[in-house]
T-cell receptor
């Protein structure tokens, strides 16, 4: 059974600092997704990573995938308050796009 | 496209009552998912459909839960009878296949 682990689960950052969220998964998969969720809202797709070595960037966020290590990272550069949200990684379990989600990382950026 | 549409947005019901949640996926998407989100258990996949056929319902917590997808543009998740521990946010999501899932706004269910 596929297990997805994120760490840290809670991250409090100062504005302007850099940090990385990690997503490890337990079985082979080459499809990984990052989502953002604001309080009381739905999940918004951020990145789709579909192959080993994939790297995607959008603004201050950059995501990468290492399928051999079964690891994805979400790097935050020069954090701003608007990035405060919960970030989830989700891994395709291989059965027709069945996604297994990590527990989420609550990010709080302090000004 | 308006995205995945769920109704109702909020539902408050008494224990023992039947609850039906509704979902309209994005047109052209052939996969549909029902998720439940709680503080304690996070996001759990309850069931997913591919081309209107249930593929995996192993996440459905018990027989009180049932889901149907009578056609490509509509799905329901029913709880009968409802219990307080069913209180959660229920999300429906759809996907065009080997791509990310797009989520609806969710239904916040409170069972008192």
């Amino acid at each position: 059974e596929l297990k997805v682990e994120q760490n840290p689960l809670f991250l409090s950052m100062q504005e302007g600092k850099n940090y990385t969220i990690y997503c490890n998964y337990s079985t082979t998969s080459d499809r990984l997704y990052w989502y953002r969720q604001d309080p009381g809202k739905s999940l918004e797709s951020l990145f789709v990573l579909l192959s080993n070595g994939a790297v995607k960037q959008e603004g201050r966020l950059m995501a990468s995938l290492d399928t051999k290590a079964r690891l994805s990272t979400l790097h935050i550069t020069a954090a701003v308050h608007d990035l405060s949200a919960t970030y989830f990684c989700a891994v395709d379990a291989g059965y027709g796009n069945k996604l297994v989600f990590g527990a989420g990382t609550i990010l709080r950026v302090k000004s | 496209d308006a995205g995945v549409i769920q109704s109702p947005r909020h539902e408050v019901t008494e224990m023992g009552q039947e609850v039906t949640l509704r979902c309209k996926p994005i047109s052209g998407h052939n996969s549909l998912f029902w998720y439940r989100q709680t503080m304690m258990r996070g996001l759990e996949l309850l069931i997913y459909f591919n081309n209107n056929v249930p593929i995996d319902d192993s996440g459905m917590p018990e027989d009180r839960f049932s889901a149907k997808m009578p056609n490509a543009s509509f799905s329901t998740l029913k709880i009968q009878p409802s219990e307080p521990r069913d209180s959660a946010v229920y999300f429906c999501a759809s996907s065009p296949g080997t791509a990310e899932a797009f989520f609806g706004q969710g239904t916040r269910l409170t069972v008192v």
